[in-house]
């Protein structure tokens, strides 16, 4: 079996145990902020963080970043334990950063007596003018200048509540001219007078995200801190503050964290702002956060989705150093493939027509045998009954036909799922035109696996039905993209403007009698119309069913899109191009080599250090690949990656080669 390449992540902390960090030591945290759900975008976090733990045998907090009272609450910690634990994640311990309030504060102060932080006291839209622009530097603040002793009794008096919310902040003393315009003195506390959630109100000051992340790792020695790519920036004030802060406790603690950052996980047709989705809840354009159209980690289980399917789905992704959009559909096929190992299948119809057989005797009902699931036979088989008079499909009947259709029509013959061929005599309309009954006979010799001879008969179209006399009623919601714009985030106008009018419709169905007793989340492949689970809104007099998902990706054939020619070649990999210059490279021209270098050196940006680490074993005899390879891994260690040990005995061996150019390239990196 292939073993699977490790990703960047993966790398560091390999490079990290081969530098001497004991693995004992090793230790990671997941640290959502409590003021909404989690959505499917923090999969890939929570996936990575406790599946590096799972890989490792590490332990894995999950520690509530619970810095702002004002938009948190108890709700969304509740929903977010009950979430992770959903998706088969079991943390070490369960931590706040509300428990190291006391611990930050002090800290804070001797950061102040250090003359490395000072009290502020001018209006927040001053202070942010100050900053100046990436292009211009900032202006020292007038309090810059106070002495440690003044800082110290105003920060006293902050947090004795004396002041009113905005009247003074505490600041980082830094530089004000630094290139990093995070580095510019950047806020430490804020007034905030209100309740805490946990905390009631012993606080009036509050710490600020990049001050209570880095301290908060620290105190509870996570030896890797994973962030998204956003938070690249705030790595060098990340290290500012541990520099600072270990001093005066390394003795208690020792291990200095490191900050590493991955893309976030960004889907098509997709919100992840918790902020808009709280939009979405406040203003009803959806039924709360765990509405089957969210994209909530509570929503897509109500809606069907499976932890398998979703972790199968993260897994699929990988990890990457680049923001990109994941279509959607990749979501869906994982949710499919797992379903439909697992899903039973029943018959239901959703919008009925009803067939009467004319040749049937009228009290006869017949017991029929099903498969439950064909994909896993254990699941064993079912009783579905037969009648007279059935229900299918409205779109499964014509009057009239063209050859393309395989479905049922006057004078055509269909198979019954699981039980007979019938074939359409009339049919009768009301004084609309509406055609509301089928009339058919059926062949009594053709039951579906009594191995007559009439049975064996091939005929095109096969059918779901439900017998009309045993059939219940039950509510179907189906349920679509809930935006109608594949980057509804990124658009002129507002997300609101894309939302997608037809995202739910409420159908009433009638369904075979086995589901009668269905328990809340059961899920069911409906034949031929796609995966349904139970709501937990159902009743003992009513079951509710929510479309999970289609039997197929029927949304790219609705979509409204420039066509695209379905024979056109894919635009090839970066890394396919880049070994494709390098398979002619020796044989090149000089000043075609340099053209060449030139276009692994742009393509280079747009490839994985896993993808060129891959070639590290390329055949010494592929002198120009090779060549090719040292070519873009240089420019990935220009963009920060870490020479792995791969990487130096890959260089070692090239610049030892007989090959100049080989050699030339190799000593560069050397």
Sequence with gaps: MKTKPKNFIEQIIEEDLKAGLPKSELKFRFPPEPNGYLHVGHTKAIGLNFGLGKKYGASVNLRFDDTNPTKEDQEYVDAIKRDISWLGYKWDKECYSSDYFDQLYQWALLLIKDNKAYVDSQPSELIAKQKGTPTEPGVDSPYRKRTAQENIELFIAMKDGKFKAGEHVLRAKIDMKHSNMLMRDPLMYRIIHSSHHRTGNKWCIYPMYDWTHGESDYIEQISHSLCSLEFKPHRELYDWFKKHVFKYSNLKYQLKPKQREFARLNLSYTIMSKRKLLTLVEKGFVNGWDDPRMPTISGLRRRGYTPTAINKFVNTIGVAKRDNIIDVSLLEFCVREDLNKTANRVMAVTDPIKLIISNYKDDKTEWLEAENNPENPRTGKRKIPFSKVLYIEREDFKEEATGKYFRLAINKEVRLKNAYIIKAESCKKDSNGTINEVLCTYDPLSLSGSGTEESMRKVKGTLHWVSANHAKEVEVREYDRLFSHPSPDTQDESFISFLNPKSLKIKTAHIEPSVYDSNDFIHYQFQRLGYFCVDPDSTTNRIIFNK???????????????????????????????????????????????????????????????????????????????????????????????????????????????????????????
């Design 548 to 670: 999970t998902v289609g039997l197929r990706d029927g949304w790219a054939k609705t979509k409204e899109s420039p066509q695209v020619n379905i024979s056109q070649p894919k635009p090839k990999k970066a890394i396919e191009l880049i070994k494709k210059l390098g398979k002619k490279f020796t044989n090149l021209p000089s000043e075609k080599q340099q053209k060449a270098k030139e276009e692994i050196q742009s393509l280079a940006h747009e490839v994985e250090y896993q993808e060129i680490s891959a070639l590290f074993n390329t055949a010494l005899k592929k002198t120009g690949t090779r060549i090719a390879v040292l070519i873009a891994l240089k420019e990935l260690l220009k963009k920060g990656e870490h020479k792995t040990d791969e990487a130096k005995a890959f260089i070692k061996k090239a610049s030892e080669d007989k090959n100049e150019l080989l050699k030339s390239e190799a000593q560069d990196l050397v």
